[in-house]
């Protein structure tokens, strides 16, 4: 049984996930742990999967606090003083799907051994229940998120910067704006009202979705534009221009700010950061956040994150924190616009395609893809095939998700002629 994809448990709300998966879920956490708190996005099937979880955990006497709505990093947060947290989200997926992330209590996701032992007890029905009289309570809890914005305020210097907030009408409504205030920022929200329809734009914070907030930092004269996805573990931004920052130069920029000796970002990772840190140490992973937090915990560096929009400081949590790291954005251009610490990193062109091909070919073409990129220079296979070439970088990796197989190099000059040549190899694999 393989229910755990990188980033938790995620479907199609009703089809995919629904009450008698939650159900046994719940059955196998409570097997497992003897105290759970729960949070959850505002997603229409949420409730509905929260009931479930709640059955299945009572059944085997777990004790199970409900938090309500809010964000993934603060449930991560509350996490501390549970054995367990189980967050009801499919963060930035869309409306209609919905999902079930597990959290330990230093705000590390459930490992991928954790995974399989949830897995194990569902697929052997190895649950643990309890007699009538030993059914677990039930209570609720209010106070989570406070707690969660006074500790990022406790960090923090105030700011008096002009702020337009989009959280895409999701879980951030209940913390994001309200911290920035209390950081002393003008903040004007964009989509902060909760609404599981998400109906003014896609969840995902990509460049695309975001014209509504390009178009109010310049109309309003904001210094900085933040936006969250469906939970707000993910957090992008658009300069005072409205330019939108890519997460590459997101990564080269938080890294840099607290720069020490080691930082832990995922395969598909731009070269931006390895030049602009120098001789901090770039490790890298398999892309998806629990795999980034876990090389920070194994080696001890003291930050990393993805492209996407996830932003791990370890001092605080093994959780993406798009909350924390927005305000630490807006501290970071207190001194400096964030246009001018943008152009001061170095850029590189990358480009990205997709090619058709079927499941059962899969395993077959990147075999013979690997035979013909091993020539070309140092290949390592964490995720997908990269290879590392003194101009530049390849990789090669099958979709999780669907019938492709997806291509991307970056290179400080004739990048195209690089892409190209690996597009042949990996179309003549797959015939």
């Known amino acids: ?40 996005d505002p997603r229409i099937a949420a409730d509905m999967i ?12 777990c004790e199970v606090t409900l938090g309500g709505l809010m964000s993934t990093p603060t449930l991560a947060f509350a996490t501390v003083d549970y054995d367990c947290g189980i967050m009801i989200t499919a963060s930035h ?31 052997n029905n190895e649950y643990a229940t309890v007699t009538w ?13 406070k707690r969660h914005c006074n500790a990022i305020l406790s960090r923090m210097q105030p700011s008096h910067k002009r702020v337009v907030v989009d959280c895409g009408c999701g879980a951030g409504c209940t913390i994001t704006p309200y911290l920035l205030r209390q950081l002393g920022c003008e903040v004007i929200s964009l989509n902060c009202q909760p609404d599981g329809y998400f109906p003014a734009r896609n969840c995902e914070p990509a460049e695309k979705n975001l014209g509504q907030l390009i178009k109010a930092v310049r109309a309003f004269e904001a210094d900085i534009g933040i936006a969250h996805d469906g939970d707000a573990d993910r957090m992008m931004v658009v300069d005072e221009q409205g ?45 998806g956040d629990v795999y980034v937090a876990e090389q920070i915990k194994a080696s001890g560096a003291y930050f990393g994150g993805e492209p996407s929009g996830s932003w791990i400081f370890p001092d605080v949590s093994y959780c993406p924190d798009g909350i924390y790291a927005a305000a630490r954005i807006v501290g970071m251009i207190e001194n400096s616009s964030l246009s001018k610490m943008v152009v001061d990193l170095p850029h590189y062109t990358t480009l990205r395609d ?31 095939i990269r290879v590392d070439m003194e101009n530049g970088w390849v990789l090669v990796r099958p979709s999780g998700t669907e019938p492709k197989i997806r291509i991307t190099a970056e290179a400080r000059e004739d990048v195209d002629e690089l892409f190209d040549k690996v597009m042949r190899i990996a179309r003549g694999a797959i015939q």
């Open 93 to 123: 997926n869309p409306a209609e799907d919905v999902g079930i992330k597990l959290w330990n209590p230093d705000g590390m996701a459930f490992d991928s051994q954790q995974q399989k032992r949830i897995e194990h007890i569902i697929e």
């Open 50 to 61: 929260e009931q479930a979880l709640i059955a299945g955990l009572s059944a085997t006497g």
């Open 243 to 287: 330019n939108f920052v890519s997460g590459d130069e997101l990564l080269a920029l938080f890294a840099l700010q607290q720069k020490q000796d080691k930082v832990v970002v995922p395969v598909d990772t731009s070269m931006i950061v390895d030049d602009a840190l120098g001789d901090t140490k770039v490790l890298r992973c398999r892309v």
């Open 1 to 40: 049984m393989k229910l755990f994809g990188s980033s938790g448990i995620r479907g199609l709300a009703n089809k995919v996930i629904g009450p008698e998966l939650a159900l046994n879920v719940g059955m196998a956490v409570g097997t497992m742990a003897d105290s759970v708190v729960i949070g959850k």
């Open 133 to 145: 009289n030993e059914v677990g309570n039930v209570k609720y809890e209010e106070g989570f998120v």
């Open 354 to 384: 997709t090619i058709e091909c079927a499941e059962d070919r899969k395993e077959a073409a990147m075999q013979r893809i690997k035979q013909s990129l091993e020539m070309m220079g140092n290949v390592t296979t964490i995720d997908g």
